[in-house]
């Protein structure tokens, strides 16, 4: 039965949204030993061309609250992927990391300047916007991520993600389109 109590609706994306910012919220900080300048531009300079290098850095296991599985095969290429220009669309069986494994290499794209721009794309904006709030949720929310750079947000709202990385020329921005709305922000139909 649909919710009608625009409080209870409220209430429960404000759960969702909690639940979603918990998830994401557990990696754990460098050691202080780990945050000298010199330590930081080596993990820089090494996780720049290598996503596995990364992923390893970035997201330890302790991360995943869902459990850790070693990366597969498919979570070998979708870093491949995602470096080609074009729109990516990647099919796989349920329960096989792809949407963890393609928000962990595009933030590392956004991250490095290898993109500017990008979309989350789903049946209802809905859903695409809490793509989005994920996104943002870990990229505000990883220490190690904020020790090695320095993220400015921009904007932050239900049609744009947009922060700058400090050193890059160009702001990057993500925005959720749907079957409800076009890529030019226009309603499809009349």
């Known amino acids: 039965m649909q919710d009608f109590s625009r409080l209870d609706i409220e209430a429960k994306n404000a ?7 918990m998830e994401f919220s557990q990696a754990s900080a ?14 820089l300079k090494l996780q720049k061309d290598d996503f596995g ?3 390893d850095t970035y997201f330890p296991p302790e991360v995943h609250t869902q459990g850790y599985y070693e990366p ?3 979570q070998e290429d979708i870093p491949d992927i995602v470096l080609l220009p074009g729109m990516h669309i990647v099919l796989g069986p349920r ?18 300047g290898k993109t500017w721009y990008a ?11 809490a793509l989005i709030t994920s996104i943002a949720t870990i ?17 932050q709202n239900e049609n744009e993600f947009r922060f700058k990385v400090k050193g890059l020329k160009k702001p990057v921005s993500i925005k959720p389109y749907s079957l409800e709305r076009s890529v030019r922000g226009r309603a499809t139909g009349f």
């Open 15 to 21: 759960q969702k949204q909690l639940d979603r910012k």
């Open 30 to 43: 460098f050691h202080h030993k780990q945050l000298t300048p010199r330590l930081r531009n080596k993990r």
């Open 53 to 55: 290098f990364f992923r």
């Open 72 to 74: 597969g095969v498919l």
């Open 95 to 112: 329960d096989y990391a792809k949407t963890v494994t393609l928000i962990k290499a595009y933030i590392w794209k956004w991250l490095n």
């Open 119 to 129: 979309g989350t794309y789903s049946e209802n904006l809905d859903k695409a916007r």
């Open 139 to 155: 990229i505000k929310s990883n220490p190690r991520i904020n020790a090695d750079w320095d993220i400015k947000i921009e904007a």
